[in-house]
């Protein structure tokens, strides 16, 4: 029943929200945050199974979860991804934040056991950098910056973005290529100077 | 950027993506006109494109990039999974030996076969992690294709109780960083190790491996008689087989998306020993492998890493840019000059200047070892000569580098001037119109599918298909010394010739030797005969002053061309040289294990042959 209250408070805050009251995202952020994080927990603590973590697999789990079907129209689920998407990447940047800080253990090293040490730290810094780079893409190009979150960090296709954002697939695909090269750009530069 | 500007750069890049490169070299400049900086932007932002669609960049989700992010820190690392005696599949625990983030590691004993292994358990994070399975598939399959006893020996790479798993050989001992740690090595046991480590990757490179990261960490030194281990071949790659102006596609690929994706994590003290073209994420082959071993030398030299900085940017600045601090401003003893151009060949930034294999950087190592433990062939008192000059040789130099501020110079450009050193080196013998030169041949041959181990002869034997020789020179003088391969006519007037000394590699690209001084050549590779019978002329040229036909040569003799004299009026100078003095016959007197050429004049000419059947 709580389940059901809550799809129900969700789908409201998204209808509330593509209204136009963004008082409502601010109250829908944390419930769509705590329901994904479960999530993409509870997928990577799956023991073995060779499953990949689908984004895309986990942000529709999260929307049938949380958004009442029944009373939903197409321009909510859009921005319920396009929400997803924010979210996720603001778990994940948290996460890499977080474990930037973490202290690392040491060990004997018999075989070496550093690697997961210095590699996962090494998807953190990644993360923080290209955070950082579309931060700045946002500043000069919205549109392109959020494609980037929409397919990278919400996994959707280049369909889905296009009705999200409303535009066409093929500027989807213009905007995606013409935003990758300049993040790699900077992410390279950033790197090698 | 203005969002003006991105609009302008947006616009063209967008149609300019779709053309085909010179079509698209075109429409930029023509969209960019005589806005420089604006074409520029467009053609950077083209080439990241590129790289970035082969490298894959961003082209995955980031949840499962960052799948291992959102679970690390929910393990409890500390506690053990196994306790003493438990079994394990066919395993028995004996002991945890470590604790990492990829999983544990525990001695354990094989009851199948009754043999002690270490066993690395991964933690279950990192078993569902589909990149670093498969770079833990890789070191298994890897690894355990090379058995060679400087590498670490891997027994089973299965699964258990629904865990994964890597059995491995038991190596008592501790890593070489560990086993660094607050003692000076010797000098003969800083040799031992890195010719160990030379040996695992020359066995790896034999079979198109590349480590990629050779490290201190990956390197154990066994307890009880320092055999060394080098370890995780996780991030290898088989390679292409390297050529002259081949790019391997596919590792360059690879290795550009792995700079992304790890460099950064490299951060955890591994950047140091990156090779130039790996800070760059540019194609890399074996000759990354011996940059490594080249930082892990000079480590154990001096005591301090060659390029350290307070951020990976810095460090990677001095990897890509910067020369290591010279032995002599390092809180280093005595190191040999010897032993120092090697470094410095290890770690040349050119990868034409590097040593080209990890065999060549052995030999000489090895032959340096052997010198310093004084069982080289010749007489002593002749070492300690040559060692005398050597060292007074390399204060000149070390002066010239020190005064231009690099450590390693260009090999042309920069070594001495022949004037220089003859002056200042040890009066020579007081000239004498008279040349002497003795030379001898290293010669191994191949028999039950393997080189036998070399033995020396005076000169000329009939030689077979496959042997393979080295020519070893020296003489009592100051000289220049020019040796070249003439090579068969085939139905023309104008032989090939070969430039095989000087050459950039060997007695830093000069000509001059001193007295006493032995070269061997070629210096870090054989001549080998081939299937095909015939006779090949090595000439020997040794003379009092620089020959300029030679001289203005010996730029040719490049690992490009091989020393190949292209030029057909470079060959035909070298011949005239050849023709106009070879009527002034030397002398030659032979021992079991040498020839002495003795010749009046001031040039010494003599070609020795080749005979093979």
């Avoid at chain 1, 280049?158 to 535009?167: D, F, K, Q, W």
């Avoid at chain 2, 550009?256 to 003290?269: D, E, N, R, S, V």
């Avoid at chain 2, 191994?444 to 042997?467: L, M, S, W």
């Avoid at chain 2, 490049?558 to 040289?577: E, H």
Wanted: glycine share 6%; net charge neutral; charged share 25%.
């Amino acid at each position: 029943m709580r389940r059901t209250t809550k799809q129900h408070e969700i789908t409201q805050l998204l209808a509330e929200w593509r209204d136009g009251n963004q008082s409502a995202l601010d109250e829908l952020y944390p419930l769509v945050y705590d329901e994904l994080h479960r999530l993409a927990r509870r997928y990577m603590s799956r023991e073995r199974g060779g499953h990949t973590l689908q984004t895309t697999a986990l942000i529709n789990e999260a929307y049938v979860r949380l958004v009442d079907q029944k009373n939903v129209v197409w321009a909510n689920r859009a921005h319920f991804f396009a929400i997803s998407a924010q979210i996720m990447r603001r778990i994940l940047i948290d996460h890499a934040r977080r474990h930037a800080y973490a202290k690392r253990g040491g060990g004997a090293q018999q075989v070496t056991l550093d690697e997961a040490a210095s590699i996962t730290p090494g998807i953190g810094s990644d993360l923080l950098r290209l955070d950082e780079a579309l931060k700045s893409l946002a500043e000069m190009d919205p549109r392109r910056s959020q494609v980037v979150e929409l397919r990278y960090f919400g996994g959707l296709n280049n369909e889905e973005i296009a009705g999200v954002l409303h535009v066409s697939e093929n500027t989807v695909t213009r905007d995606w290529n013409m935003a990758r090269a300049w993040l790699y750009q900077q992410l390279t530069e950033s790197a090698g100077n | 950027m203005s969002p003006e500007r991105w609009q302008q750069v947006s616009r063209i890049f967008r149609s300019a993506i779709s053309l085909e490169d010179e079509a698209r070299k075109v429409f930029v400049a023509e969209q960019c006109g005589e806005d420089e900086s604006l074409r520029s932007a467009v053609e950077k932002l083209i080439d990241s494109h590129h790289r970035a669609d082969e490298e894959d960049f961003i082209g995955g989700r980031a949840a499962e990039d960052g799948a291992a992010l959102l679970i690390v820190e929910n393990d409890e690392p500390d506690a053990p999974r196994f306790t003493t005696g438990q079994q394990f599949g066919s395993y028995i625990i004996l002991d945890r030996l470590g604790i990492g983030g990829m999983g544990e590691v525990y001695l354990a004993r094989d009851s199948r076969l009754g043999r002690t292994v270490a066993l690395k358990v991964l933690a279950a994070d990192v078993s569902a992690d589909k990149r670093r399975m498969k770079r833990f598939r890789q070191e298994a399959k890897v690894a355990s294709s090379l058995n060679q006893p400087n590498i670490l020996t891997i027994f089973e790479f299965g699964e258990a109780d629904g865990l994964t798993f890597l059995a491995t050989e038991y190596i008592d001992g501790d890593t070489l960083r560990d086993y660094l740690r607050g003692r000076r090595a010797k000098l003969t046991e800083i040799l031992d190790i890195t010719i160990q480590i030379l040996a695992a990757l020359d066995a790896a490179h034999d079979a198109r491996i590349v480590h990629r990261d050779i490290k201190p960490e990956n390197v154990m030194v066994r307890r009880r008689d320092r055999v060394v281990k080098v370890l995780d071949f996780g991030l290898a790659k088989v390679t292409e087989k390297r050529m002259h102006g081949h790019i391997d596609r596919d590792s360059q690929h690879e290795t550009a998306t792995a700079a992304f994706k790890t460099a950064p994590g490299m951060l955890m003290g591994t950047i140091n020993y990156m090779s130039p073209e790996q800070a760059q994420a540019r194609d890399v082959d074996e000759r990354t492998d011996i940059w490594s071993t080249g930082v892990i030398l000079y480590e154990m030299l001096t005591g301090v890493m060659p390029f350290t900085g307070p951020t990976t940017s810095h460090t990677l600045v001095q990897i890509i840019e910067k020369e290591p601090l010279p032995f002599n401003k390092t809180l280093t003893g005595q190191v040999p000059d010897e032993l120092q151009r090697i470094v410095r060949k290890a770690m040349a930034k050119s990868l034409d200047e590097r040593y080209q294999t990890a065999k060549d950087m052995l030999i000489d190592l090895r032959h340096l070892k052997r010198q310093l433990e004084g069982t080289v062939e010749g007489s002593s008192e002749r070492d300690v000569g040559t060692k005398k000059k050597r060292v007074l040789l390399f204060a000149i130099a070390a002066m010239v580098v020190f005064t231009i501020g690099l450590f390693a110079f260009s090999i042309w450009r920069a070594s001495p001037a022949p004037s220089t050193v003859s002056t200042n080196a040890p009066a020579a013998p007081v000239a004498v119109p008279e040349r002497v030169l003795t030379y001898w041949i290293t010669v191994q041959k191949f028999r039950d599918g393997k080189y036998q181990k070399p033995f020396t002869v005076a000169g000329e034997i009939n030689f077979e298909a496959r042997d393979e020789i080295r020519l070893n020179v020296r003489s009592p003088q100051n000289g220049h010394l020019y040796v070249l391969n003439e090579g068969p006519r085939e139905g023309t007037n104008t032989p090939e010739f070969v430039i095989f000394f000087p050459s950039p590699t060997a007695n830093e690209g000069s000509s001059l030797l001193t007295a006493g001084q032995e070269v061997q050549i070629p210096e870090q590779t054989w001549l080998r005969f081939d299937a095909q019978a015939g006779v090949e002329r090595l000439w020997l040229v040794f003379t009092e002053q620089a020959v300029p036909e030679f001289e203005s040569v010996k730029q040719f003799a490049n690992t490009q061309t091989r020393g190949l004299i292209t030029d057909a009026a470079q060959s035909k100078s070298i011949q005239d040289f050849l023709t106009s003095h070879s009527n002034t016959k030397p002398e030659f007197e032979k021992s079991d294990t040498l020839t002495t050429l003795k010749a009046n004049g001031r040039i010494l000419l003599y070609p020795v042959r080749l005979e093979h059947h």
